[in-house]
């Protein structure tokens, strides 16, 4: 994921977001198979391994497996008004006339274009 960051001389630039270092995969999340062999399934007698090749029990969804899906409306906020930006001033006087938070660069783009 990356962020659009406008600078001083009015060109936009991407920075890359860091992810959080803290978030971690469950334990065995690698290693759990979301199919594990039935163990209950027995070989049918009729089975030939000469013409049939060999014999694998069918499989069947392992029920320790927990998929993991990201939710792609987590920060969509369909009635929101407001946000509140918090600005770090490193040198005083520091003035911020117009502030744009969009995910459309081209947007961006024809927004500085109006308000320069």
Known sequence: MTKL????????RTTKFFPDLEDKKPKA???????????????PEDWD?????????PTMLNPDYKEFKGDNDLYVFPKLKYVGIE???????????IVLNCDDPEYA????????
């Open 5 to 12: 960051l406008i600078d001083d001389s009015l060109k936009i």
């Open 29 to 43: 999340y690698d290693d759990t198979s979301k199919e594990i062999p039935d163990l209950d399934a027995i070989k």
């Open 49 to 57: 391994d000469e013409e049939d090749s060999e014999w694998t029990p």
């Open 87 to 97: 600005l770090w001033q490193v040198k005083s006087g520091t003035l911020f006339d």
């Open 109 to 116: 783009n024809k927004k500085i274009d109006i308000c320069i």
